[in-house]
């Protein structure tokens, strides 16, 4: 770790506690106010990669790991109303979301740096939002992975019903994955603003 790199690491950091946090809170019928905070982290990734470089990124993805893994095994032991706050599953698939997404984002956004200054930070994220998203939902809710965890009742989320309360039928999870892939989306464009802002206050300074 150097100094330069010390304010993304921070940043991610506090990125990944606030959206275990948030992620207790719901917000509306398919969200947690954790989808909310939890895209940024695709964009201190994202400015450090364009600033510091893809070693750089790593570093702070393997912290923000680290971090979450810390967060998910304290949940673990926090019991609430229908028991522990963060399921076995949960934690697994959030792991192993977390850093699939986050590493595949570093490759994506090396590969295309040389390009327009938008492409690489939108390209990044859009392919580690989805891959986030798909294997997080599908490890933690999906009843056919259920042989990881099977003492975690999941079956509350394989209730079927409209997909996002209107549309074809499908499994409560699919409706919560594809809710949380649309904020996703959206805060990979809205990231734009800052992550043109924040690179170019750093490049100027280093």
């Known amino acids: 770790m150097t100094r330069s790199t010390l304010p993304g690491i921070l940043a991610m950091a506090a990125i990944v506690v606030a959206s275990n ?3 207790q809170f719901l ?13 940024l982290a695709f964009l201190v990734t994202d400015v450090m990669n364009r600033v510091y470089g893809a070693a750089a990124a790593r570093r702070v993805v393997l912290v923000g ?3 979450g893994l810390i967060c998910s095994l304290i949940g673990t032991q926090i019991m609430g109303e229908f028991g522990p706050l963060v399921t076995v599953r949960i934690a697994i698939g959030s792991g192993i979301a977390f850093l699939v997404a986050q590493l595949i984002d570093v490759s994506v956004f090396a590969a295309l740096k040389g390009g327009t200054w938008w492409r690489a930070p939108l390209v990044s994220t859009l392919v580690g939002s989805t891959l986030d998203t798909a294997i997080f939902f599908s490890i933690a809710f999906s009843g056919a992975l259920s042989f990881i965890h099977p003492a975690t009742d999941v079956s509350w989320a394989s209730e079927v019903l409209p997909l996002l309360g209107s549309g074809p039928m499908a499994p409560l999870w699919v409706s919560l994955a594809v809710a949380d892939w649309a904020v996703k989306l959206s805060i990979a464009l809205l990231a734009l603003i800052p992550f043109r802002l924040i690179t170019a206050r750093l490049t100027r300074a280093t």
Do not use: E, K, N, R
């Not at 917000?27 to 895209?39: M, S």
């Open 21 to 23: 946090i948030l992620v």
């Open 27 to 39: 917000y509306g019928d398919w969200l947690t106010w954790g989808a909310f905070t939890y895209p």
């Open 65 to 67: 790991f680290v971090v």
